[in-house]
């Protein structure tokens, strides 16, 4: 089971900018890929980006692209999601997961609000 602990939550003004961290407690990070949902009240979870084991693959919800910048540090077990140009509509939880075959752990997810 990898333990996450995200950061970087908090409140920002329409098209300011955050950047999040999700720290990993786990022997194999770099054999994990990492992602980034969110969830906003009385939606689903949607995935937001998702970095592969090396960082050499990134993918993006459309919604994010061109704004959203994911990425890894395998030497701090460490993924990042730099948000620029933020939006109301960015507000949610963010929840960091880790992958690996069947094997999933979320962290308990930080809280983004964009708002004027």
């Known amino acids: 089971q990898v333990q996450l602990v995200e950061s970087g939550g908090g409140l920002v003004q329409p098209g300011g900018s955050l950047r999040l961290s999700c720290a990993a407690s786990v022997f194999s990070f770099n054999t994990y890929a990492m992602s980034w949902y969110r969830q906003a009240p009385g939606k689903e979870r949607e995935l937001v980006a998702t970095?592969?084991?090396?960082?050499?693959?990134?993918n993006y919800a459309d919604s994010v692209k061109g704004r959203f910048t994911i990425s890894r540090d395998n030497f701090k077990k460490t993924v990042y999601l730099q948000m620029n140009s933020l939006k109301p509509e960015d507000t949610a939880v963010y929840y960091c997961?880790?992958?690996?075959?069947?094997?999933?752990?979320w962290g308990q997810g930080t809280q983004v609000t964009v708002s004027s």
């Open positions: 970095i592969t084991s090396t960082g050499a693959t990134k």
């Open positions: 997961n880790a992958a690996r075959g069947i094997l999933t752990s």
